[in-house]
T-cell receptor
Framework: EADIYQTPRYLVIGTGKKITLECSQT?????MYWYQQDPGMELHLIHY???????EKGDLSSESTVSRIRTEHFPLTLESARPSHTSQYLC????????FGPGTRLTVT | KQEVTQIPAALSVPEGENLVLNCSFT??????LQWFRQDPGKGLTSLLL?????REQTSGRLNASLDKSSGRSTLYIAASQPGDSATYLC????????????FGKGTKLSVKP
């Protein structure tokens, strides 16, 4: 059983605010990922990391940034939230297979 | 370009029916293939992982098969139940140990009581 935690689970915030979505894992997996998913739509990879101090942009262009200072922690930051950022954000880890967290549903008003 | 396609996009069946979900991929040089389940507004739950050297995997009422030569995988659900209603996603790992999966768009399954 994978232990991946995402906080907050739900967030409603106004335009222009800075937000950080948290993702943490207890399995010691080096590889971590952030996906963006609109309701009923496909997953899009926006960031990934192969280990500490490693971050890469994914297939979908995103205005968010990530950091990987510790193995267990992979936060995603939006410097200035916009309504177009309204979506579900899913964090995942990988060792042999991918494991997903419960997701953060973000609404920007 | 490596692509993963799932057919059908949506499926509605009566309870108790056996059903098959299809996944096809363009490049047969896969590392492994995963089937996931996603409930509305939730994260993905891994159902089955098939390594490239395997032909099938079973878990309870679920059976997944892999045919690399034809670029296809199927997920068989036996004796479907209303609780099986969800979106099922297929994901192919081409990257060896990198873990960058390519996802299909999913099949939305509805099992009617």
């Amino acid at each position: 059983e994978a232990d991946i935690y995402q906080t907050p689970r739900y967030l409603v915030i106004g335009t222009g605010k800075k937000i950080t979505l948290e993702c943490s894992q207890t399995m010691g997996h080096d590889k971590m990922y952030w996906y963006q998913q609109d309701p009923g739509m496909e997953l899009h990879l926006i960031h990934y990391s192969y280990g500490v101090n490693s971050t890469e942009k994914g297939d979908l262009s995103s205005e968010s940034t990530v950091s990987r200072i510790r193995t267990e922690h992979f936060p995603l930051t939006l410097e200035s939230a916009r309504p177009s950022h309204t979506s579900q954000y899913l964090c995942a880890t990988y060792r042999v297979e991918q494991y997903f967290g419960p997701g953060t549903r973000l609404t920007v008003t | 370009k490596q692509e993963v396609t799932q057919i059908p996009a949506a499926l509605s069946v009566p309870e108790g029916e056996n059903l098959v979900l299809n996944c096809s991929f363009t490049d047969s040089a896969i590392y492994n293939l995963q089937w996931f389940r996603q409930d509305p507004g939730k994260g993905l739950t891994s159902l089955l992982l098939i390594q490239s050297s395997q032909r099938e995997q079973t878990s309870g009422r679920l059976n997944a098969s892999l045919d690399k030569s034809s670029g296809r995988s199927t997920l068989y659900i036996a004796a479907s139940q209303p609780g099986d209603s969800a979106t099922y996603l297929c994901a192919v790992d081409y990257g060896g140990s990198q873990g960058n999966l390519i996802f299909g768009k999913g099949t939305k399954l509805s099992v009617k009581p």
